[in-house]
């Protein structure tokens, strides 16, 4: 996500085959504790 900042969030689910960007981003934020939106900020 970070070397493509202009994907969508929706676009990055799909890449990665979930099915819509919310359930990428609960996922997201089980495993590393933060949101995807978030990104590289502390």
């Known amino acids: 996500m970070r070397n493509e900042p202009t994907l969508t969030l ?10 819509d960007e919310y359930h990428f981003s609960k996922c ?4 590393t504790g933060r949101s995807p939106k978030r990104g590289n900020k502390s």
């Not at 676009?11 to 099915?19: D, I, M, N, P, W």
């Not at 997201?28 to 495993?31: G, L, P, T, V």
């Open 28 to 31: 997201f934020k089980r495993i």
């Open 10 to 19: 929706k676009e990055v689910a799909a890449t990665f085959g979930f099915y």
